[in-house]
C-alpha cells in the first residue's frame, strides 16, 4: 500500500528556511510524480512543485521559484522541498502527493502540480511564517 509522510513542519521568521520531508513507501520513486501541494486557510489548494525521478526532472510554481528546491533521496526513497527566504503568504498545510500518471515535470509544465494527477496523499504538515 502506497503510504506518504511528510515532516519538517514549523514555525519560523519571514527570511528563513525550513526543511519538508516527504517519506514515501509502497512505491518506487522512478515509477512515480511526486509533488508538493500547499493550502492556507480559506484558500484552494496550490502546486507548488513536482519532481519526476524517472526523467530527473522538477517543475516549480511562479510563487517559489528560486526559493524552493525539490530533491529526492533515492536511498531513503524520500523526497523533500527545501524552502529558503520564506515569506507570510508561505504559511499553509503542506502535502506530498504521487502520481504514476504524470511522467514527466518538464514536459507538463505547470499540468504536473494539478491536483487531478495525484491519488496518493500525505497528511500535511503545517508551515507557519510569522514574526
Known amino acids: 500500500q502506497v503510504q506518504l509522510v511528510e515532516s519538517g513542519g514549523g514555525l519560523v521568521q519571514p527570511g528563513g528556511s525550513l526543511r519538508l520531508s516527504c517519506a514515501a513507501s509502497?512505491?518506487?520513486?522512478?515509477?512515480?510524480?511526486i509533488a508538493w501541494f500547499r493550502q492556507a486557510p480559506g484558500k484552494e489548494r496550490e502546486g507548488v512543485s513536482c519532481?519526476?525521478?524517472?526523467?530527473?526532472?522538477?517543475y516549480y510554481a511562479d510563487s517559489v521559484k528560486g526559493r524552493f528546491t525539490i530533491f529526492r533521496d533515492n536511498a531513503k526513497n524520500t523526497v523533500y522541498l527545501q524552502m529558503n527566504s520564506l515569506k507570510p503568504e508561505d504559511t499553509a498545510v503542506y502535502y506530498c502527493?504521487?502520481?504514476?500518471?504524470?511522467?514527466?515535470?518538464?514536459?507538463?509544465?505547470?499540468?504536473?502540480?494539478?491536483?487531478?494527477?495525484?491519488?496518493?496523499w500525505g497528511q500535511g504538515t503545517q508551515v507557519t511564517v510569522s514574526s
Open positions: 502527493a504521487a502520481s504514476n500518471r504524470v511522467t514527466s515535470a518538464r514536459h507538463l509544465g505547470v499540468l504536473s502540480i494539478i491536483d487531478g494527477w495525484y491519488d496518493h
Open positions: 509502497g512505491l518506487t520513486l522512478d515509477e512515480y510524480a
Open positions: 519532481l519526476t525521478s524517472s526523467d530527473g526532472t522538477t
